[in-house]
């Protein structure tokens, strides 16, 4: 969920991606909670700044849900995707180098959707990508040195949208890792991607637990629907579990098409280990 990151590693690492599908870190087991999904997930990617590879994360997006990366989360209840299509650069008066969450990120996102440019359904995630020198604060933690990105939840009860009550989104931005950028930013955002899909509402958890301390846990698990329990600091999602293992490169490749992505390695129940491809592939 908060997505820590060895950034040295990541930098050395990415020129080399390693092709192991399977990996086997510590036991864990994501278990099924009260929340909700998303089921069917619409995609809907917004751009703060100029992100010199918006083209490969549209394919990226548009292809995701189909590849065999993706089929690690169907056991968890998730079906194909699809990218949304309509406007995708968020249009604030000024483009700011440092944001934090709750002050400009969450009220600009609510925003677009109030005025009508955004209408998200019961399925929207939006991935927002931060181009590159822009950083945001969540909580005490800054992109790049305490994280390399997150995911949250909009509350838009106040909105009445039929059907939908909330909307989760969540934050990339870019941490300058060379020589593809790229590769980091697809790196990120599958992470988030999948951990969204499955714990949409996890925004409210984490919320109550930042504000209230640790003895508001059990009322926060009600709004996850798959996490490990044994798990500590909200490290229990499903790419969570396949990074700080000592020996194991948390990223590989997925193809799709004509197309290659780097993908965080996800947990599997099934598997019993971190792996980057679904059954039968």
């Given at each position: 969920?908060?997505?820590?990151?060895?950034?040295?590693?990541?930098?050395?690492?990415?020129a080399?991606?390693?092709?192991?599908?399977?990996?086997?870190p510590?036991?864990?087991?994501?278990?099924?909670?009260?929340?909700?999904?998303?089921?069917?997930?619409?995609?809907?990617?917004?751009?703060?700044?100029?992100?010199?590879?918006?083209?490969?994360?549209?394919?990226?997006?548009?292809?995701?849900?189909?590849?065999?990366?993706?089929?690690?989360?169907?056991?968890y209840?998730?079906?194909?995707?699809?990218l949304?299509?309509?406007?995708?650069?968020?249009?604030p008066?000024?483009?700011?180098?440092?944001?934090?969450?709750?002050?400009?990120?969450?009220?600009?996102?609510?925003n677009?959707?109030?005025?009508?440019?955004?209408?998200?359904?019961?399925?929207?995630?939006?991935?927002?990508?931060?181009?590159?020198?822009?950083?945001?604060?969540?909580?005490?933690?800054?992109?790049?040195?305490?994280?390399?990105?997150?995911?949250?939840?909009?509350?838009?009860?106040?909105?009445?949208?039929?059907?939908?009550?909330?909307?989760?989104?969540?934050?990339i931005?870019?941490?300058?890792?060379?020589?593809?950028?790229?590769?980091?930013?697809?790196?990120?955002?599958?992470?988030?991607?999948?951990?969204a899909?499955?714990?949409?509402?996890?925004?409210?958890?984490?919320?109550?637990?930042?504000k209230?301390?640790?003895?508001?846990?059990?009322?926060?698990?009600?709004?996850?629907?798959?996490?490990?329990?044994?798990?500590?600091?909200?490290?229990?999602?499903v790419?969570?579990?396949?990074?700080?293992?000592?020996?194991?490169?948390?990223?590989?490749?997925?193809?799709?098409?004509?197309?290659?992505?780097?993908?965080?390695?996800?947990?599997?129940?099934?598997?019993?280990?971190?792996?980057?491809?679904?059954?039968?592939?």
């Amino acid at each position: 969920m908060l997505f820590l990151l060895a950034l040295a590693l990541a930098t050395k690492a990415l020129a080399a991606i390693a092709l192991t599908t399977k990996s086997t870190p510590p036991i864990h087991q994501l278990s099924h909670l009260p929340g909700p999904v998303l089921s069917s997930v619409d995609i809907f990617p917004l751009f703060y700044g100029t992100v010199p590879y918006k083209n490969h994360l549209f394919d990226f997006y548009r292809s995701i849900t189909k590849s065999s990366w993706w089929k690690v989360l169907e056991q968890y209840g998730l079906q194909t995707g699809k990218l949304m299509s309509g406007m995708h650069t968020m249009h604030p008066r000024t483009t700011a180098t440092a944001l934090n969450d709750m002050i400009d990120i969450q009220p600009l996102l609510f925003n677009l959707i109030k005025s009508g440019k955004l209408q998200p359904s019961p399925n929207t995630y939006y991935p927002i990508h931060l181009a590159p020198g822009i950083s945001v604060s969540w909580y005490n933690a800054v992109s790049c040195k305490n994280f390399g990105g997150y995911h949250g939840t909009l509350n838009l009860t106040s909105l009445s949208i039929p059907g939908v009550s909330y909307v989760a989104y969540g934050v990339i931005p870019d941490c300058g890792v060379t020589p593809r950028p790229q590769d980091f930013a697809t790196f990120t955002a599958s992470h988030e991607l999948a951990e969204a899909a499955l714990n949409p509402l996890a925004g409210f958890a984490i919320d109550l637990v930042e504000k209230g301390g640790p003895s508001k846990t059990p009322q926060a698990a009600q709004f996850l629907s798959w996490f490990d329990l044994q798990s500590q600091n909200f490290e229990g999602e499903v790419a969570d579990l396949c990074e700080g293992v000592p020996g194991m490169v948390p990223y590989g490749n997925t193809t799709v098409g004509a197309c290659t992505f780097t993908v965080a390695k996800l947990w599997s129940n099934r598997d019993n280990g971190c792996v980057l491809n679904g059954a039968g592939h």
